[in-house]
């Protein structure tokens, strides 16, 4: 499992959009992998549109290991 570590103190307004960002992706993520049965247009009901970028994201992330 990789973690990160984030000093609160680093954190400002222009920063915690892409920090935001990767979480959500990494949700995506991780539930897909855990329920590949379920189909992306149905996980758009939980993450909206963005969930066919997400999805790409993943499958880019996984070809390239």
């Avoid at 920063?15 to 897909?32: A, H, Q, V």
């Amino acid at each position: 499992m990789n973690t990160e570590h984030i000093n609160i103190n680093d954190v400002t307004q222009e920063n915690i959009i892409p920090i935001i960002d990767e979480l959500i992706l990494r949700s995506y993520i991780y539930n897909r992998q855990r329920n590949p049965d379920i189909p992306v247009e149905r996980w758009a009901k939980v993450f909206g549109q963005d969930a066919y970028l997400y999805e790409l994201e993943m499958q880019r992330r996984i070809n390239k290991c």
